[in-house]
Structures are given as C-alpha cells and as structure tokens.
C-alpha cells in the first residue's frame, strides 16, 4: 500500500493505492469510532470517479445517488504524475478497465490555495458505448465523523431580481443521516437543467464546521447543465460534482471507439474562515478569467434602455441622455434594445441585426457620430443565440439552424434558438458581427439573453442533454473568437440579468450584468453578497438614479446616494433621465462617479470583506465591502430603521468617510469599532479603512 497527499494548503486530498486500486480516503483517528466495517467500506469504497455507462452493471445498493456506478468499482489504477508548473502543480491520476480509461485532473494554483479538478474519458474498446454520467470531481468524505448535526452546507439561490441569497442549512435539516451503519438513499441535490445556468442557484456551496475550523468553497464551471449531489456514507458525506446527467438533465454521450470526452471543471477550496475562502476562489477566479483588456481602467457605463429609452431608443433619446451621462463622468453609453428593429417594441422580432430606419431615418451611424463628438465611446446590445418569432425567423435561417424537438423548431418565450454546432449559424453570426463592427466600429458589446430552451435539442445529437452541451461550449468559443478578432472590444454577458453567473461563460468576458432587479432598495440584498460569486471589476451593477416607479418627491438626495453606492462595489451601469434632475442631485451623481474612479486604485487585487456576515433578505442593516492589503473599502446601509449599526474592525486604525461628503452623516470610530448612526430609513454610506 502506498500513500500521497496533494495539494495540502489548498484542500488536502489523501490518496492510497492499494494493489490495483485508488482511493481518495478520509483519514481515521481511533476517536472517530467507526466499527471495522465501517472503516473496510469507507478504506475500499473511496472512489476518485463515478461513471455510469449504460447497460454495464452497479453492484452497489445506492438508489439513484452516484455512488458506485458501472465502471466504478472495476477501474483498475494504472498510472499518477505529479507534473510542477510556475504558479502549482498537476496531479493526473490514470484507471483503466475493459472498455474504458478514466484520466482525472487535479490543477492546484498554489498563491490561490484553490484546487481545478475535471476528468475524461476514452472508449478503449472496439465498440461504441453510451455515458450517461461522469463526475468532475468526487470525495467520500467531506465532512468529520457524525457531524450531521454541526456540519453546515450553504448553497446561494438564485432568482430573477433577486440573486445570490445565501441559505444555511445542517447535513441532517437536509435529511442527510446516518440511520444505516454504512450508507442510505438519501440524497440532496442540486441541478439545473439549461442554458440559464444560474436561474434557481448559483453552481456554489460552502461547507462548514467550526470544530474543526472547516470552510469548503467549491463552484462548478458549466454554461448550462450541472449537478451536486450530498449523501451520507459510514457516518460522513459524500460529495459529487459534474455537468450534466441523463437521469437530471436528459444527457447522454456516445463514444465510438478511441473517441474522448472532456467533463466540466469544478474548483475547491479550504480555509480557516469563511471570509478566507470567499477570498481564496475570489484570487482564482481572477487567475483563470483572461478578458482583461478593462480590468484596470474600469471605465464608467451609461446605458439607456433602464428607466430611459426601455426596448425604444432612437437619436432624440441619445440626444437628450448622452450629455447628462457625460457631464456626470461617463466614458461610454450604450445603446441597448431596440436600435434593430422598426417595431415600436421589438423584443420578439430580433435576428436581422441590422439597423432601424423608423428610430434612425438619418441613419444610425449619425447618432453614434454625436455620441462619439460628445467625448464618449459607443456600444450595442445584442441577442445573437435567438430569433424572434414574431419577426422573419423563417426567412432568416433553415430549420436546421435552431434547437428542435421530434422534428420540430423549438419556440420558446416567442423566440427560436439558434444552434452553434452548425456552421451557418457559427460563421453566419461572425460575419454579421463583422459587419456591425466594420460600419458602426463600436467599442462594447452587450450580448444578452432571455429564454430558457430546458433540456436541449434532439437534432443532429446523441440526447437532448448532448445537443444542449455541445451547443454551449460551441457559444463559449464564438465569444473567444469576437474577443480574438476584436482585442480592444468590452464584452458585456447579459442573461436577463444574472442567469449566467458561471464561470465558464465569466472567463472570457469583461463584465456580467448582475440583476434586472429595477428598486434600488432591494438591489443591496444582491450587491451585499455578489463578491461571493462575481469579481468585483466583472460585476455589473445598475444604478438609476431617476427610476419611474418612484414618487417625484421621493427622488432625494439619499435616494440618488443609494443608487450610486449600490453600484460603487462594481462596475457602474448608469442609467435613466439624469438631465430631468436639479443641478444638486446631478452634481450628487459626479461625486459618486468620482468616488469610483477614487476606488479604481483597490480593484486589481481587491477581495471580499464582510465584517457582519453574508447578508439575508430582509436584513434591517448591512456592511460589506473589499479589502486590498491594508486599506478596505466598507459599505453600511441602514434599510428599514434608524439603529446604530455597530461594526467591529478588528486592527483597523482609521476611518474615512468617503461618499457622499455633504451629506448629513454621524458616526464615530474608537476601539477598532465603526458605530454608524443614520438620521433615516434607507440611508447608505461609503468608508475607507485603514489598517
């Protein structure tokens, strides 16, 4: 027998090979009291990778949890290198049977204290064979011995307006227990099944247990279809993580002899704090998103569909908005919805691409012309993977070009879905594209995206769940191609919202759109918790100072701060009538703007600060922010009375008040705590920390 450790500082994988076998353990103190067989079954059941290939037998009783697959117990170890790179290591770790070879990745970045682990498979037979499951990454163990109890797992739902609610729950409020010496059916899952990765929860979780100082973060890296999967196991839990499954998400792969295929990536890490984690995936994160061309001039956004212009822009609307954007500080304004199409509301006529000539009758390129003569940059909204039906989708494309079902054009939410995997569309929307940026030469893009095509397509694929795949990891490439062909171009992901805050689809953009949410005083329930999930220079944040749906006499001056704080921890999306404001509440928002520019200096390697904890909704007060090296920045708000909200900043030296300055604001700082007393409900405010 022999043994190996990996990956240590970052989360500790205790590997045995025990003749021809490998095992992923956890290790055994004589306290944990497990009886022999308890530890026999956890010491040779410890698998490193589940994988189900249909019609070859399971011999483990499990239900439908992924544990002890097919191919599971036959794998056989073949091989494992551990190869040293410039910022880590990687661990491949080679099994092989009959019919297949199983290679598992273990991608340690060692300044981050993350680990990066995927696997792939190859048909090593001389038939073809069908994959019905695969895990990216598997651990028999995640938490202590008969800590059900204690053990915490903390999943973020996620939702339309309001994203990134944290929820906490113990292994046994889950029905996770060990009422079976060895193991139950029990198990807790979490999926999503489609294109909008992050519609019900972000691809995350965080396990805790403060006996033994345990704080687990680890995210799934899929566009579209994925799986966690908990379970007990001889008085412990049982961890999976993979993309997409037959039995959740209608996939199935076939492999043809000497054929491959490659699983998403997942990424793990461990640490003392839960702050600590947030701040070790925050560091990685940074580390594999290589879109960077803004990540340092962060230039401030304007766009005019929130509040302003709605799906109706035209040269009137930009005439009236963009001078109030630039006299606030803005650097480019963005033209969203609408300046495609000639009908009043064109959100289900999109496809054509090509400019109106009802809203633009002198032509588009003159309102670009006077945006540009104003000192600002220019960007377009786009939907590229959607065609609407209530426009000419059958003129513009073939039925082979969208997602279909038993020979059908699937219609979803009034629009078709383009397919990638097929070269018409893939090439067909590049040259489009081309054309966009060799008459308009814009400098942002803004693709969105706001259906949600379910299971996938049948059409010219093994399953529904492979068409579906194959589909997104096709758009992941047509965005790397637009960022190689246009260097300088700002990507901005859109997926109604925040319905795609993965990172696959953030690797290789600038910057996402975090929420449609449309009330300023919910939207802090997001941004207090957004750093968790998105960084920081990539998370676009709504701020609308002027919004319709308010009363014109509650538009003052702290409901212009509040807007602006709630976007200060981000990118700025400004947005609505600024020039309907008083000269006050415009000056209010060049303060804020030039706040932001101020925080630029902290973003590189800012990451997440949170004093009092991740926010609920509904939470009377909040306080979080970033730190970078020995300043941090603290946003306080006060959002449903007039407490004083006091904040312990343990080593903190000083504290700044730094937006708004003129502003009534009382607080006070002694003994390393900030004590911040609002005058009002609704009430936020902006600090500097020093250290």
Not at 349 to 378: M, Q
Request: some cysteine; charged content about 25%.
């Amino acid at each position: 027998m022999k043994t190996f450790v990996f990956a240590k500082d970052s989360y500790p994988l205790n590997f045995v090979i025990n003749e021809d076998k490998i095992y992923l353990q956890k290790k055994i103190k004589p306290s944990d009291n497990l009886t022999e067989d308890q530890k026999w079954v956890l010491e040779h059941s410890s698998f490193i990778c589940e994988v189900q290939i249909s019609g070859r037998v399971s011999t483990i009783h499990a239900g439908d949890r992924y544990i002890g697959c097919s191919e599971t117990n036959t794998l056989k170890y073949v091989s494992h290198k551990i190869t040293k790179l410039d910022d880590g290591s990687l661990l491949t770790i080679v099994q092989k049977n009959d019919i297949c070879e199983i290679t598992s990745f273990y991608r340690e970045y060692s300044e981050e204290k993350v680990i990066r682990c995927y696997s792939k498979i190859k048909n090593i037979s001389k038939e073809e064979f069908w994959l019905e499951y695969i895990s990216s990454f598997v651990h028999y163990g995640v938490v202590g011995f008969d800590r059900f109890d204690k053990a915490t797992l903390s999943i973020p739902n996620n939702s339309w307006f309001m994203e990134c609610q944290w929820k906490k729950n113990t292994f046994q409020h889950l029905g996770i227990v060990s009422p079976n010496p060895i193991k139950t059916f029990k198990a807790y899952k979490i999926s999503n099944t489609g294109m909008w990765s992050t519609k019900n929860y972000l691809p995350m979780g965080l396990i805790q247990d403060k006996k033994y100082h345990q704080n687990t973060l680890f995210q799934v890296e899929a566009n579209g279809s994925w799986n966690m999967e908990f379970g007990d196991f001889t008085k412990t839990v049982t961890m999976n993580l993979s993309g997409p499954s037959l039995q959740e998400n209608g996939w199935m792969k076939k492999l043809n002899p000497n054929e491959e295929f490659e699983t998403v990536k997942c990424a793990i890490t461990n640490a003392k704090t839960e702050e600590e984690a947030f701040v070790n995936m925050t560091r990685y994160r940074r580390k594999i998103v290589y879109r960077k061309n803004d990540a340092i001039t962060l230039p401030v956004i304007f766009n005019e569909y929130m509040f302003a212009s709605w799906n109706d822009p035209s040269f009137e609307t930009a005439s009236l908005l963009a001078p109030a954007a630039k006299k606030a500080g803005v650097e480019y304004f963005v033209i969203d919805c609408g300046w495609h199409d000639e009908e009043p509301n064109p959100f289900y006529h999109v496809g054509k691409w090509n400019e109106s000539k009802t809203k633009y009758p002198e032509g588009l390129i003159k309102t670009l012309d006077f945006i540009r003569s104003l000192g600002l940059k220019v960007g377009l909204w786009m939907e590229p993977e959607v065609v609407g039906y209530l426009g000419n989708a059958k003129e513009l494309w073939t039925d082979d070009c969208y997602f279909q079902r038993n020979g059908k054009p699937l219609v979803i939410s009034n629009r078709y879905q383009l397919d990638f995997r097929n070269p018409k569309v893939y090439n067909g929307l590049l040259n489009k594209f081309d054309e966009i940026m060799n008459k308009y030469h814009i400098d942002y893009v803004k693709f969105d995206y706001n259906i949600e095509p379910g299971v996938g397509t049948d059409y010219n694929a093994d399953s529904f769940g492979d068409g579906l795949l194959q589909n997104n990891r096709r758009y992941h490439d047509f965005i790397d191609e637009i960022g190689r062909r246009y260097p300088d171009l700002i990507i901005e992901s859109c997926a109604s919202g925040g319905n795609r805050l993965d990172y696959l689809t953030l690797d290789n953009v600038n910057l996402v759109s975090t929420s449609d949410q449309t009330d300023y005083t919910l939207y802090p329930y997001i941004i207090a918790n957004i750093l968790t999930a998105v960084l920081p220079e990539q998370a676009g944040i709504w701020s609308y100072p002027r919004s319709t749906n308010m009363k014109e006499e509650d538009i003052d001056n702290e409901c212009i701060a509040m807007n602006m704080i709630n976007t200060l921890i981000g990118r700025v999306h400004l947005a609505s009538k600024l020039y309907l404001l008083d000269e006050e509440k415009q000056l209010l928002i060049k303060e804020g703007i030039d706040c932001y520019n101020y925080l630029k200096q902290y973003r590189k390697d800012a990451v997440p600060f949170y004093p009092i904890g991740l926010a609920n909704y509904g939470d009377k007060h909040l306080a979080f922010g970033y730190k970078n090296g020995d300043k941090a920045i603290l946003f306080v708000y006060s959002i449903k009375d007039t407490k004083d909200i006091k904040i312990a900043l343990k080593g903190a030296k000083n504290v700044k008040l730094l937006y708004p300055i003129k502003e009534k604001t009382n607080y006070e700082f002694n003994n390393q705590k900030l004590v911040f007393k609002p005058h009002r409900k609704l009430i936020a405010r902006v600090f500097e920390i020093m250290y």
